[in-house]
């Protein structure tokens, strides 16, 4: 059976913002651009979620907030996870591993999380020479599929195939 893990980078933060709180930086008008895009293009191709993690940072709850509503996921869970902010992807997994019930998992969260997800279950397999060195821009999704029927099975020995999905290329 297989179950997906999918990550979405926050849509691009506001770099002007006077406050100095990293955890507090809201998003741009204009980042929202390119996260309705990728929802749209999601939706268009019958791609859905079941469970959101998110990080709590002012800019992912925008941003996650924005793109189920663009995507008309308005009765999914969202669970917002700190280890999502403070690079605990340890323990994140520790918790994906634990759930029964969910097939395809979205995670809004920061892009040093996401590249620990993606070399941590790519970087031994055969597509690693075509993404060691992928940059994940804001608003893209990247999707790791596993072959696996209960989330506690989840290793890199199961990873089947990924995607990656940059609304800048939509």
Same mark, same amino acid.
Request: aromatic letters at 16%; charged letters at 25%.
């Given at each position: ?61 925008? &941003? /996650?907030?924005? +793109?189920?509503?663009?995507? *008309?996921?308005?009765t999914i869970?969202? @669970?917002?996870?700190? !280890?999502?902010?403070e ?35 790519l ?7 075509k ?6 821009? &804001? /608003?893209?999704? +990247?999707?790791?599929?596993? *072959?696996?029927?209960m989330?506690?099975? @989840?290793?890199?020995? !199961? ?12």
């Amino acid at each position: 059976m297989m179950k997906s893990l999918n990550f979405m980078r926050h849509a691009e933060s506001d770099y002007n913002y006077i406050d100095d709180s990293d955890f507090d930086r809201p998003i741009k008008k204009s980042g929202l651009k390119m996260t309705k895009i990728c929802a749209e293009y999601l939706k268009k191709n019958n791609i859905r979620y079941d469970l959101l993690f998110c990080s709590p940072a002012l800019r992912t709850k925008q &941003t /996650s907030g924005h +793109f189920l509503s663009f995507m *008309d996921l308005k009765t999914i869970k969202v @669970i917002y996870d700190y !280890n999502l902010y403070e690079g605990c992807s340890e323990n994140f997994l520790l918790r994906v591993s634990n759930l029964k019930e969910y097939q395809d998992i979205l995670v809004i969260t920061h892009e040093p999380q996401i590249l620990f997800f993606k070399d941590f279950f790519l970087s031994k397999t055969e597509f690693w020479p075509k993404i060691k060195h992928l940059e994940i821009a &804001t /608003s893209s999704v +990247f999707s790791i599929y596993f *072959d696996i029927n209960m989330w506690n099975e @989840i290793n890199e020995s !199961n990873v089947q195939s990924y995607k990656f999905l940059n609304p800048k290329l939509l």
